[in-house]
């Protein structure tokens, strides 16, 4: 059966046509730098270290983030920043030290570990395609709520408006949505949670804050899901000249024989 993942989703709203180049001619498109190495790495510790509280965090996170590096594509290692590289090495160590601690702080009454990285593969009602994810982590604590957990590293923080954004926080609404539909829970008794771990930031590097996603948030978030999933099986790829540059940078695909303005 087709799928639709929340990456995948997110695509399509910033750029219908940009959706349709990667995902569905299947060109090339962003392959990944430093940054997302560095993420991949602190999320590999956090969830290994969870499975096996033994494992050194700081050399566990070295090697993945060695790992991480090796993988990127040629040009991307060519053109990378050095210092960069050995501040985030260093920055790395100490969130890893802190990630799993943190944790417990922030479920001071206990909690039980679930799962990580569980796998999503669920029906989306009436449309013929399943909603694919892995969520990264999901506890279960002693007043029976289930939380559903996203670890996101960035710099020093998010603003407010990062904190609200509705295509951010639609990826904990849906997950909590399809893991109620998968186990066959309510889903008043599911939270979810983003937990930040911040690179640069002097103090609190490491923040859990909660998303709340009712009643309201869910059938927008689905509204959103079954828009996308009617026009990418009508075929409409309507380009967005809006997302062509962005406070992230240049689209790949911009003014290239595969995107003419």
């Not at 560095?38 to 700081?58: Q, W």
């Not at 990127?72 to 210092?83: F, G, H, I, Q, Y």
């Not at 828009?227 to 540059?245: D, E, P, Q, T």
Request: aromatic share 12%.
């Amino acid at each position: 059966m087709a799928h639709i993942s929340y990456s995948e989703l997110k695509n399509w709203c910033k750029c219908p046509w940009y959706h349709k180049l990667v995902h569905i001619d299947k060109l090339d498109s962003f392959s990944g730098n430093e940054y997302t190495a560095f993420g991949s790495a602190l999320h590999s510790v956090c969830e290994n270290k969870l499975l096996n509280e033994s494992i050194n965090e700081v050399e566990f996170f070295e090697l993945s983030f060695l790992e991480e590096l090796k993988k990127l594509p040629e040009d991307v290692r060519a053109s990378w920043n050095k210092k960069l590289i050995t501040d985030m090495r260093e920055q790395g160590k100490v969130i890893a030290k802190l990630a799993i601690p943190g944790l417990a702080d922030y479920f001071q009454d206990g909690y039980e570990l679930l799962a990580t990285e569980e796998k999503l593969m669920e029906a989306i009602e009436d449309t013929g395609y399943n909603f694919k994810g892995f969520i990264d982590l999901i506890v279960h604590t002693p007043d029976g709520k289930v939380h559903i957990i996203d670890w996101k590293t960035c710099s020093w923080g998010w603003d407010q408006r990062k904190r609200s954004d509705p295509m951010m926080t639609y990826q904990l609404t849906l997950y909590k949505n399809y893991y109620a539909q998968k186990h066959d829970l309510d889903v008043d008794d599911i939270e979810t949670h983003f937990a930040l771990l911040k690179r640069t930031a002097n103090k609190d590097q490491v923040e859990f804050f909660r998303v709340t996603s009712g009643p309201k948030k869910t059938k927008n978030a689905l509204k959103v899901l079954n828009n996308a999933l009617h026009n990418i099986s009508k075929g409409n790829h309507i380009k967005n000249r809006l997302a062509c540059k962005s406070q992230y940078g240049m689209c790949e695909f911009y003014n290239t024989e595969h995107c003419r303005r």
